[in-house]
Nanobody, 113 residues
Framework: QVQLVEFGGGLVRPGGSLRLSCAASGGIFSSAAMAWFRQAPGRQRELVAT???????SYEDSVKGRFTITRDNAKNTVDLQMNSLKPEDTAVYYCNRWGTSDWGRGTQVTVSS
């Protein structure tokens, strides 16, 4: 089990950008695939992006071309760069060690004019 904490949420206008970061501690990181999920009120939690231990990314169709997931194993962090944000991107974003029940507490992203 690893401790995960998200940073970087906030308010942004449609079309704007925001960068989220997830810091991991208390366990392994460099050998673990990581993921970002999001959950809007009244909706199911949904997968946004994953990144393998080697840095290979994968994205949900709704964010392809707009979001970029990266990792820095030296810093034990995984980031999510979000560009061209839309109101439907509004949600609480969660960091997850892929395939496990290791979750961050979430960070709120609100896209609104």
């Amino acid at each position: 089990q690893v401790q995960l904490v998200e940073f970087g949420g906030g308010l942004v206008r449609p079309g704007g950008s925001l960068r989220l970061s997830c810091a991991a501690s208390g366990g392994i990181f460099s050998s673990a695939a990581m993921a970002w999920f999001r959950q809007a009120p009244g909706r199911q939690r949904e997968l946004v992006a994953t990144i393998s231990s080697r840095g290979t990314p994968s994205y949900e169709d709704s964010v392809k071309g707009r979001f970029t997931i990266t990792r820095d194993n030296a810093k034990n962090t995984v980031d999510l760069q979000m560009n061209s944000l839309k109101p439907e991107d509004t949600a609480v974003y969660y960091c997850n060690r892929w395939g496990t029940s290791d979750w961050g507490r979430g960070t709120q992203v609100t896209v609104s004019s």
